[in-house]
């Protein structure tokens, strides 16, 4: 499978247009098998250096050809990305391990994003005002910062490049991009497609490491001005820190502790619906896992019991199976996080009902597998109920009433998505106004985000920006004044009003 899919042994480095060689690699192991799928370089910071020199000669030419142009090379890109992107799933599953049609999802996400994004060439749009003054014009645009760094994480390897490259493409910026070394195969992909696609060289440079390496080499270079990151909160803290006393702009999505809250006028069969796919899609792995169910206390077992049905039907292994619903976790660390706190959810009291132990018999041994798991009876103050585990868990929670199921989902550091089935139009309105988080679904789980809207949260899972939507384009982009004064005198502003 892997030589039908990936016709190279060894990733290389990405810069100023040419593939190459780092001194040192590391093997790329697919979580579903324990199979080496590739080598990939482990960089130092004089390769983010020469990334760096070749980004920041080809923006200034970049940021000269005009906008709709530019487009057009994403829209290109996002053309032959439609073409190839059952090969893109396959290796996407293969690299991330979850399931085929997960894969498909994020590739699809990927299009969208360059479609949308090549949109925004003819547009860009800044603002016309009245001066104060006669004989006066004044308007403001965007100007693009210059060159740009982005930091991926290894669950969502394309969409989430694409989310953060596609706008600073668009507008007028070159890009130093670190993927995730668990899943770099997206990034060699995406490059050979938009440099087919006839972006010129230098605008997009990739560079393989480690975050101590790379990461940090790209935080630290006073010729980037701008990082955007996804990933941990530790992380994020850190580059937040470095980036400030740069004066450098930051960009940063981090951790979600999302709630589905169920009320009793709900349907119950579609909530339950949206539980399982919020919570073991991706095996628990993103962002915006559903880790807690907030539920009434009048429908608590009849949910218990939908779940554990649904549960029981789950299948589980190889994503690359399309008969499997749930594939790995991404690595041993990862099994390790979740298996720790399954014993703190035990401790404080937490019921376990199902799952709650890794997948290692005959059928699993090579891979990275673990059961999905529900706990009940958790109270709001719990760790399992306030910490974010990145694993196939729910924790939930019974309540008496709406209002304490917004005070249950508004009571934890995080707010990137949350999400209530109710048949109640009021409790609708209420829900979308006091929910505190980024995303509000209503009727729907807490995933399925889309391009043309805003992606990021409130609190500790962000800092404030946007991925995706128009707003993706603030973080790559500087507002310019322009004031145009064709009076042949000098106007004063404030002062000559009079």
């Known amino acids: 499978m892997r030589e039908a899919l990936l016709n190279t042994k060894k990733l290389q480095n990405f810069i100023d247009g040419e593939w190459l060689e780092a001194r040192e690699a590391a093997p790329v192991v697919n979580p579903a098998n324990g199979e080496t799928i590739v080598d990939v370089p482990l960089s130092k910071g004089e390769d983010v250096n020469k990334a760096v020199l070749a980004a920041k000669k080809a923006q200034k030419e970049w940021a000269l050809v005009p906008a709709p142009q530019r487009a057009e090379v994403l829209f290109t890109a996002g053309q032959m990305m439609k073409e190839r992107k059952e090969h893109l799933s396959k290796l996407l599953t293969m690299e991330n391990g979850k399931v085929l049609e997960e894969a498909r999802g994020e590739v699809q996400e990927g299009i969208d994003m360059a479609f949308y994004m090549a949109g925004e060439g003819r547009r860009l749009f800044g603002h016309t005002t009245p001066a104060e003054l006669p004989n006066?014009?004044?308007?403001?645009?965007?100007?693009?910062?210059?060159?740009?760094?982005?930091?991926?994480?290894?669950?969502?390897?394309?969409?989430?490049?694409?989310?953060?490259?596609f706008p600073a493409i668009v507008a007028g910026n070159a890009v130093i991009w670190k993927p995730a070394t668990e899943t770099p195969i997206m990034a060699f992909e995406l490059a050979k497609i938009l440099e087919e696609a006839g972006l010129p060289k230098g605008v997009l440079n990739v560079v393989y490491g480690k975050g101590s390496e790379v990461g940090d080499a790209m935080v630290h270079h006073d010729d980037i001005r701008v990082i955007s990151f996804t990933g941990s909160n530790e992380t994020g803290r850190h580059i937040a820190s470095e980036c400030g006393k740069q004066l450098k702009k930051v960009s940063l999505e981090m951790g979600g502790k999302n709630a589905i809250t169920v009320m009793d006028d709900a349907d119950l069969d579609l909530a339950v619906e949206g539980i399982i796919w919020s919570a073991y899609g991706t095996s628990g792995q993103r962002c915006t896992a559903a880790s807690r169910v907030i539920v009434h206390e009048n429908v608590k077992e009849k949910v218990e019991e939908r779940l554990l049905a649904q549960i029981e039907k789950l299948t589980i292994g190889d994503g690359l199976d399309e008969s499997n619903k749930v594939g790995p976790i991404i690595n041993k660390a990862g099994l390790e996080k979740i298996e720790k706190y399954i014993q703190i959810g035990k401790e404080e009291g937490a019921k376990l009902m199902a799952g709650g132990y890794v997948l290692d018999n005959d059928n699993y041994a090579a891979g990275h597998y673990f059961a999905p798991t529900l706990f009940t009876d958790c109270t709001a103050d719990m760790r399992i109920?306030?910490?974010?585990?990145?694993?196939?868990?729910?924790?939930?929670?019974?309540?008496?009433?709406?209002?304490?199921?917004?005070?249950?989902?508004?009571?934890?550091?995080?707010?990137?998505?949350?999400?209530?089935?109710?048949?109640?139009?009021?409790r609708v309105f209420q829900a979308q106004r006091d929910l505190d988080t980024g995303i509000v679904y209503v009727n729907a789980g807490t995933t399925g985000a889309e391009i043309h809207l805003p992606f990021g949260g409130t609190k500790g899972t962000g800092n404030g920006h946007r991925d995706s939507g128009v707003q993706a384009l603030d973080v790559f982009t500087e507002w310019k004044a322009v004031y145009i004064d064709y009076s042949g005198k000098l106007q004063r502003a404030q002062i000559d009003t009079e």
């Open 385 to 426: 109920s306030q910490e974010e585990i990145f694993g196939p868990v729910i924790s939930l929670i019974p309540v008496k009433s709406f209002e304490e199921a917004i005070e249950v989902n508004n009571g934890v550091k995080y707010g990137l998505s949350s999400s209530i089935f109710t048949t109640d139009a009021n």
């Open 136 to 165: 006066k014009f004044s308007m403001s645009q965007r100007a693009p910062v210059g060159v740009v760094g982005i930091i991926t994480p290894w669950n969502f390897p394309i969409a989430i490049a694409t989310w953060k490259s």
